[in-house]
């Protein structure tokens, strides 16, 4: 299995920031990881896919980056309905994994 | 757009097997670019993929190692929709457990969830 591995595990900020997350995955999986969100007692909802493409309707604040075994989600200037749970996923082969989250809280 | 309807049991013995079934409305079971995938969440394992059922001219399956000898997901054509069996459940396998529909490893559309217990 392809192990990723999220960091920070929780981050706290304020409206306005810039955050950045990172994935970094246990072996080169080229750009076959995707990022996603989850509120509470939703679905993750799909914000990058292939390391870098914006998801139609996701908002331009929200970018990806990396290839390899580093990846970075940066959220530009949060905003309050950017409070949430963040995941990363690699696709380079199955199973899938994701890593443990990042959850962005208000400061 | 894209719907998936989950439906089945909130609450399992242990022992016994755990039945989702996924309704798929908007697209089709047997459509070339797309997999089916059931995907579970719990505190203690965060997301864990289960696996996945796609057609490439025949119908494929692919199940994660720590489930591989309890899972069954099969399309059913006819009602477009596909399902999870997981045998011998344990407390360890509650969880909210989704369908989702993937393309190129990404998935776009997910379920409801059902959160499903495993409790005498």
Known sequence: ?107 | QVQLQQSGPRLVKPSQTLSLTCAISGDSVSRNSAAWNWIRQSPSRGLEWLGRTYYRSKWYNDYAVSVKSRITINPDTSKNQFSLQLNSVTPEDTAVYYCAREGSGSVLFWGQGTLVTVSS
């Not at chain 1, 994935?23 to 080169?28: G, L, P, T, V």
């Not at chain 1, 530009?76 to 950017?82: F, V």
């Not at chain 1, 990363?88 to 400061?107: A, D, H, M, R, V």
């Open chain 1, 1 to 107: 299995d392809v192990q990723v591995t999220q960091s920070p595990s929780s981050l706290s900020a304020s409206v306005g920031d810039r955050v950045t997350i990172t994935c970094r995955a246990r072996q080169s999986i080229s750009t076959y990881l995707n990022w996603y969100q989850q509120k509470p007692g939703k679905a993750p909802n799909l914000l990058i896919y292939a390391a870098s493409t914006l998801q139609s309707g996701v908002p331009s604040r929200f970018s990806g980056s990396g290839s390899g075994t580093d990846f970075t989600l940066t959220i530009s200037s949060l905003q309050p309905e950017d409070f949430a749970t963040y995941y990363c996923q690699q696709s380079y082969n199955t199973p899938f994994t994701f890593g443990q989250g990042t959850k962005l809280e208000i400061k």
